[in-house]
């Protein structure tokens, strides 16, 4: 194999494992919004051995002023997203 063969072979490979990362990318929801987004760019905040996550500091800054009030509106599946609610 030459040299420019093996590199557009790490091209490819390169590529589909990027697109592979994309889609496989976690989704988390946001606990004071309640809309889905990727969990690499959540912020979180431990409250009773449980992890929420938020989608900036505002909501964060709510949650930590009020958890309970955020958390009884939480759905059970809290804090999965399905592809549907995607909404950032
Ligand atoms: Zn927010």
Do not use: W
Not at 42 to 53: F, N, P, V, W
Not at 54 to 75: A, G, Q, R, T, W
């Amino acid at each position: 194999m030459t040299r420019f063969g093996l590199a557009i072979l790490i091209i490819l490979f390169s590529s589909t494992g990027y697109i592979q990362s994309l889609s496989a990318e976690e989704l988390v929801r946001c606990a004071v919004k309640s809309h889905c987004f990727p969990e690499t760019k959540a912020l979180t905040y431990d409250y009773k051995d449980i992890t929420y996550y938020f989608c900036c500091n505002v909501c964060k800054k709510k949650f930590k002023e009020n958890p309970e009030k955020y958390i009884s509106k939480l759905p059970d599946d809290y804090p999965n997203c399905s592809e549907q609610n995607y909404s950032y």
